[in-house]
């Protein structure tokens, strides 16, 4: 990982010499133990030295396309044509930030031509969470992210610099946690949600930490029409149903609302299922490709009428 | 100063007698495990205390100041005021920063600094004894002492306790302390030499566990213009998530809406807010004065290093670590606070 | 429903406007009877409906929540009832694996000539619910106590 870090730095401070980018986004020494934390540089102002501050270990699991989307957007207040013109961004990705990169590109949320992607090879992050039960950091796979665990895109694809190293290998069940879901009992699977909604404090880091919740306005948020209330559990178990089924086709599978929840709620049973029908249903995957149309601004007429009622004797 | 020592098993039983006594009812809530987290929960005697643990993820504030509280509720014309739920409240197990907390709440919702008393925070506040536990083992991001606290810090508590490993020492700080240790003295045995001895060992160790930050002259400092620069810098990694208001101890800020239910009736609900979020300061003409979250954190810092320290004499702060643990990005509030003292 | 018998199920139904919604008034003059428990709610398009509408209308004490347009192929908007039905197929496996009972929300096709089908939907779709009981999800949301 050494390694890695130092290609990582020598590529930044080229870029930074060669005046190629205006920011860099990558991961710095956070102030707490086992803790990595995004960061973001100026390079307009300052040296190619600054590159040094970058680090690169198994704590850098925040993802840092969840910054993108405000470089490109036009000004919260002011007029659009006051709009600076865009920055160039260079960003470091490992597999899931750049599958969350595509989506945005995918979604015309940022072009493509003002970043520039450094791809790192992910052996996958570990869970501060898993080492604390645990108490036993040697054993790396034992304290890996479940995200990680369930990971096929450790190996990017289609960035402008690739740092190559080793990767993890593509796991054999990729929706465990959502078919053993699936096989318990309705009753179970709504206490199951039920009970891990009712620990909500509705702070919405979850829906802030995700790349792909990048709305003007949220639905949770419109006062015009308001939605949502003050939270009662109906309220709260509402919000978590549109926020994580508008990541439908777009999940990146990152878990970045996971780790970002304080209350660890497992929001991450539920973000899959989406990810797992999408790809069963429409074979879409939120995968390195830029071409392909997001499975809901599409449809295709092959596509499964059998959940639609018949009525016996109508027709 | 009124001391008393008492078991484990014994705490247990006090509080169980205590739940209906004399014809009073009181609330008690203590630390308890439930499916592995550690949460501040309403006691009842099967409920076994637990004291294994280092702080509770949320604060305490919500039980004087509920995340979601009814006012009133309307039906057309008519409204009916809803009031708080009478009777004692006695919160064990805090930790001295939590317990520090209530007294910069009680001076924001006390008639002090606005001429307005909350009846809904005071009505169950004054009726509430606070029982502190001394902290054994700090947490990471801890920095309580910096700020006028400490692992035994009692403002804030009307008794502190010291966990002595089997066995609690209770010391009263306050009237309401001292009669509670009074009412129930038959329970309690006095403390001697050697349980002095074990509390200021244990002490010790916590103390020097806790990472420190200066907050000299912060007042000043914040004074100084700091450049928009400066702020945005310091946030650029920020979510605008707002765990760090949500569950601090002292953020106190608060939305009241109404909210119609079905039928043309409705209710009237306070709920947390936070300055961390776009809508906090959003006008109804849709322009917002703080629409950049650079802005929106320096509310937050000057709110807790300037503006109270201003009006009500204190920093709002007591450095339980909360926000520095929680934060998804790990925006430390000790590191801003050096850059603020240009270390 | 024992010791409930008096519950009736209430019923949204979301129709869209070129095809369910005239087939409900073609049922209607036509004079073919079906359940009085739903409560219809006319839109463009079944294309138009937001997730949110559906669980609001659980939310607000719907047991159950019908949603219908045209048949494939036969949508004003050329394509709303396609893009739906992506929509719907996630949405109703979303919610029955968080533990709401497939029964309460269905979908279908009812073009405007089909009066006889309308009806003997709404019958189906009342039985379905009706079978199921009241509901007991927490999205539900319990009026707010008040004397
Ligand atoms: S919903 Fe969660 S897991 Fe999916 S992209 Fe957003 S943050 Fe990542
Ligand atoms: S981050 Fe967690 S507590 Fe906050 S709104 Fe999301 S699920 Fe709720
Ligand atoms: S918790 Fe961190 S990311 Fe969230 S609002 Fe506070 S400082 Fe920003
Ligand atoms: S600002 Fe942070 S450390 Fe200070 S009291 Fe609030 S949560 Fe605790
Ligand atoms: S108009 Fe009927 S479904 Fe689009």
New interface residues.
């Given amino acids: 990982m050494i390694e890695v870090q130092n290609q990582m730095r020598i590529l930044a401070s080229d870029l930074i010499r060669q005046k190629r980018v205006d920011f860099i986004i990558g991961y710095e020494q ?4 086992h ?1 990595s ?4 540089i100026d390079v307009r102002t300052s040296g190619p030295e600054v590159s040094e501050k970058l680090v690169w270990n198994s704590y850098c699991s ?1 993802n840092l396309s ?2 993108l989307q405000k470089f490109f957007a036009p000004p ?2 002011g007029r659009k044509k006051d709009a600076a013109p865009p920055l160039r961004i260079g960003l470091i990705v490992k597999g899931c930030d750049l599958r969350s990169v595509l989506n945005l590109i995918r979604e015309k949320q940022v072009p493509r031509e003002n970043l520039i992607l450094i791809g790192l090879p992910c052996t996958g992050m570990l869970d501060k969470k898993k080492m604390e039960i645990n108490k036993d950091e040697l054993d790396i796979e034992k304290n890996i992210q479940d995200s990680c665990l369930e990971c096929r895109f450790s190996n990017v694809k289609g960035v402008d610099f690739e740092i190559t190293g080793k990767t993890r290998e593509v796991p054999g069940d990729l929706y465990e946690v959502v078919r053993l879901f699936e096989a318990r009992t309705r009753k179970d699977r709504l206490a199951y949600f039920e009970k891990e909604i009712s620990r909500c ?5 979850c ?3 995700c790349p792909s919740c990048y709305c003007r306005e949220c639905f949770a ?1 419109q ?1 015009d029409m308001k939605w949502l ?4 559990m109906s309220d709260t178990m509402i919000y978590h149903l549109i926020r994580i089924f508008h990541q439908a086709g777009r999940c990146a599978e990152c878990d ?1 609302c996971f ?2 929840c ?3 709620i497992d929001l991450r049973t539920f973000t899959r299922k989406l990810a797992k029908d999408v790809e069963e249903l429409f074979g879409f995957v939120t995968d390195f490709n830029r071409e392909s149309i997001p499975p809901l601004s599409t449809f295709s007429s092959g596509d499964s009428d059998s959940f639609i009622t018949e009525p016996e004797e109508g027709g | 100063m009124k001391t008393g020592i008492l078991t484990k098993p014994e705490i247990q039983e006090l509080f169980s007698s205590m739940i209906t006594k004399n014809g009073e009812e009181s609330r008690i809530f203590v630390p308890a495990t439930i499916e592995g ?1 550690v949460i501040l929960e309403e006691f009842s005697p099967e409920r076994e205390i637990f004291y294994d643990f280092a702080n509770f ?2 604060p305490p504030k919500g039980i004087f100041f509920p ?2 509280e ?1 006012l009133c ?1 309307f ?1 057309q014309e008519r409204a ?1 005021e ?1 009031p708080p739920a009478a009777g004692r409240i006695i919160i064990f197990g805090i930790r001295p920063c939590d317990a520090r907390s209530f007294l910069f709440l009680d001076k924001i919702f006390s008639a002090g600094s606005s001429g307005f008393a909350d009846p809904y925070y005071l009505g169950r506040r004054e009726n509430s004894v606070i029982i502190s536990l001394s902290c054994i083992e700090p947490s ?2 801890c920095f309580c002492t910096s700020l006028g606290g400490g692992p035994g810090d009692e403002s804030g508590s009307d008794i502190v306790a010291f966990d002595l490993g089997d066995r609690l020492l209770f010391e009263a700080h306050s009237a309401k302390g001292e009669n509670f240790i009074e009412e129930n003295t038959t329970e309690f045995r006095q403390p001697d030499a050697a349980d002095q001895n074990a509390k200021k060992e244990s002490l010790q160790a916590a103390f020097n566990a806790i990472s420190r930050i200066s907050t000299d002259g912060l007042v000043e400092k914040l004074d100084d213009d700091f450049s928009d620069s400066f702020w945005e810098e310091i946030t ?2 920020c ?5 760090c208001t ?2 601090c101890p002292t953020c106190h800020c608060f939305d009241i ?1 109404d ?1 119609k ?2 039928d043309g ?1 409705g ?1 009237r ?1 306070r ?1 947390w807010d ?1 300055c961390q ?3 906090f300061t ?1 006008h109804a003409s849709g ?2 004065p703080r ?2 979250k650079k802005q929106r954190m320096r509310q937050r810092i000057m709110h807790k290093f300037s503006y109270t320290p201003r009006t009500t004499g204190d920093v709002f702060c007591v450095g339980c670590g909360r926000c ?3 934060c ?5 509030i ?2 801003v606070i050096r850059k603020i003292n240009g270390e | 429903m024992d010791g409930n018998s008096m519950w009736e199920p209430k019923i949204v139904a979301f129709l869209c406007n070129w095809c369910s919604y005239a087939g409900a008034d073609l049922a209607g003059v036509s004079r073919i009877q079906y359940g009085p428990n739903i409560r219809i709610i006319r839109v463009p398009c079944s294309g138009r409906i937001n997730p949110l509408y559906i669980l609001k209308a659980f939310q ?2 719907a047991d159950g929540v019908l949603v219908s347009g045209c048949h494939p192929g036969d949508c004003h908007y050329i394509s709303g009832n396609l893009v739906a039905r992506r929509k719907f197929t996630l949405l109703k496996n979303f919610l029955v694996y968080t533990g709401l009972e497939p029964e309460r929300i269905q979908f279908s096709w009812v073009s405007a000539s089909e009066g006889q089908r309308f009806a003997a939907l709404m019958d189906k779709v009342i039985a379905d619910v009706r079978k199921t009981g009241p509901m007991e999800n927490q999205i539900k949301e319990p ?5």
């Fill in positions: 956070g102030t707490l133990a803790t934390r995004p960061c973001i925040n969840v910054y919260v207040q404090i509705r702070c919405n880091a829906r802030q930490a948020d006062k209330g003050s939270g009662t970045a780790r970002a304080p209350e660890e | 987290r993820l949320r995340q979601r009814v509720s039906e009916v809803v990471e991001g650029a990694t979510l605008g998530c707002g765990v949500y569950l809406t909210e239910d079905r009736t209710t609900v709920t936070s979020y776009p809508l959003m322009h917002n629409a950049e520095v643990r929680k998804p990005v790990n925006l430390d000790r590191e | 607000n004490g009026r707010l106590a008040y004397d």
